[in-house]
């Protein structure tokens, strides 16, 4: 470590002490090359407690003042040193606490190798810390602290090769964080980010106006960072998902959330999520000559309980209700529970008053057919695991059919339309109370999401209904 300044103040008889113009220089005790640099205009330090300096081996100060640091960091240039065995008789201070730490127009970079340097980007920020106690003779020196306050604007992340991460703002009042205009940006167009890579890889663009966080909790005390949370709340999110079909797939295997759950490196426990009013597009292009086929979810609200990576949490639940492309209700409850090394999980859903040709924009160039017909009312019920699901499934339709284009023609091929109508019952009028009834059943690809999962499940139903007996 290396401190420099141009100048000090110094008042003895009240405990103050000012640094004006410092540079202190940060590196560990294997390195050569020093990992973290801090400017600052001035540093000051203010109502030293002589006392408990002198009586209880404890540095107490009253207030500590940064005003227009910049503090760069270089993770990449940190060597880890090997850990030494502390003596709990060691002299010396055992105790940092500080009555209210505050930075001033503070700016952070951390920086990483290669051509895009900037891992975090922090050009504005006014931060105070208040009632904070460190542990200095204990092995992962605890941190704790009474609560802070937070201003930060135009905050970058770069998350990875492909995409950033953007917050306008972000700032805490009365135990509330609120984050405005969070965007996931791509660094590539669809047709760049195509050329770029070797395997699928989605196309994410999200754009959310709004995140309330209600008491936010960090721990630093553990082996394990930890981060709790009351309720969250996300306005209005957009998300626009595309995804190249003609890319090699991804063959690695894809867990089911639960395990991710489990797997994750830091504790979490977040008690309710509320997503309101959001909209979800996704396209796949799977022919160079058309354009890719698109599905989206319209006035998306969603609820999110019992987040956590926790084994006396109870079972994780999500609901959500839709539009689907703007027009069908849409229902799906979800849930699981993460200490379960199966990954079982049970959906539900519903989906009513769908014309079928709202959704020809995606089976067009996804299954070269158009759909014709009304679904009124459809409703899945379907429990599965890691491996394998099975359920049933119930509709009610009307003149339901499916007309096979030709190829690369938007004329109908009437052969294979007139086969395929010989094993699609065109309605339910039969039945009683005009449902047809369905099995679920089919297996899990490893190396496909949760999203096809479902999407499999659902598939598997409505084939079973349309060609089955409609019988259970």
């Known amino acids: 470590m290396a401190l420099k300044y141009s100048d000090i103040d110094v008042n003895v008889l009240l405990g103050t002490i000012t640094l004006h113009n410092v540079l202190l220089k940060i590196k560990d005790k294997e390195a050569q090359q020093f990992h973290s640099y801090l400017n600052t205009e001035s540093l000051q330090v203010v109502g030293i407690g002589y006392w408990d300096l002198l009586m ?3 540095l107490a100060i009253q207030k500590v003042v940064l005003t227009n640091p910049t503090f760069n960091n270089y993770p990449y240039k940190h060597i880890v040193s090997k850990k030494t065995q502390k003596n709990s008789q060691e002299k010396g201070l055992k105790l940092l606490s500080i009555e209210e730490l505050a930075i001033i127009n503070g700016r952070l970079n951390v920086m990483k190798k290669g051509q895009d340097s900037i891992k975090i980007a922090l050009p504005s920020c006014d931060f105070s810390f208040f009632g904070s106690n460190m542990e200095l003779q ?9 609560h802070y306050v937070l201003k930060a604007t135009k905050v970058i992340l770069n998350n990875n090769d492909y995409s950033i991460i953007k917050i306008d703002d972000l700032s805490t009042n009365e135990g509330k964080l609120m984050i405005t205009d969070f965007q996931i940006i791509p660094k590539y167009s669809k047709t760049e980010l195509s050329k770029h890579l070797k395997k699928e890889r989605d196309y994410i663009n999200l754009k959310i106006p709004q995140i309330n966080i209600e008491k936010p909790v960090f721990d630093w005390n553990k082996k394990r960072f930890g981060i709790s949370v009351k309720w969250a709340q996300i306005v209005k999110p957009n998300l626009e998902i595309y995804r190249d079909k003609l890319i090699a797939d991804d063959l690695t295997v894809k867990p089911l959330y639960s395990e991710s759950l489990r797997n994750l490196t830091f504790d979490l426990y977040i008690n309710r999520i509320e997503i309101k009013k959001g909209y979800i597009s996704y396209a796949e292009l799977v022919d160079p000559k058309a354009k890719a086929g698109k599905l989206f979810f319209d006035e998306v609200d969603a609820s999110i309980y019992q987040l956590s990576t926790f084994k006396s949490t109870k079972k994780t639940e999500i609901k959500v209700k839709s539009k689907l492309m703007g027009q069908a209700p849409l229902t799906l409850n979800w849930s699981f529970d993460i200490n379960n090394k199966s990954d079982e999980f049970l959906v539900n859903g519903s989906v ?16 070269n057919a158009l759909a014709e017909g009304t679904l009124k009312q459809m409703y899945f019920n379907f429990q599965g695991n890691n491996h394998d699901s099975k359920g049933i499934i119930k509709m009610k339709y009307e003149d339901f059919n499916f007309k096979i284009l030709r190829k690369d023609s938007n004329k109908i091929n009437k052969f294979l339309t007139a086969i395929g109508s010989l ?3 065109e309605d339910s009028k039969e039945n009683p109370e005009d449902f047809r009834l369905g099995e679920i059943q089919t ?10 999962y479902l999407w499999i499940n ?15």
């Open 458 to 472: 659902v598939k598997s139903g409505i084939i079973s209904t349309l060609t089955g007996d409609g019988k259970k």
């Open 56 to 58: 209880n081996e404890t």
């Open 423 to 425: 094993f699609i019952k």
């Open 138 to 146: 204990s092995e992962d020196r605890a941190i704790t602290y009474d």
């Open 443 to 452: 297996e899990r690809e490893p190396t496909k999401s949760f999203f096809n």
């Open 352 to 367: 009513n008053s769908l014309d079928a040709k709202v959704l020809n924009p995606f089976f067009k160039p996804n299954l």
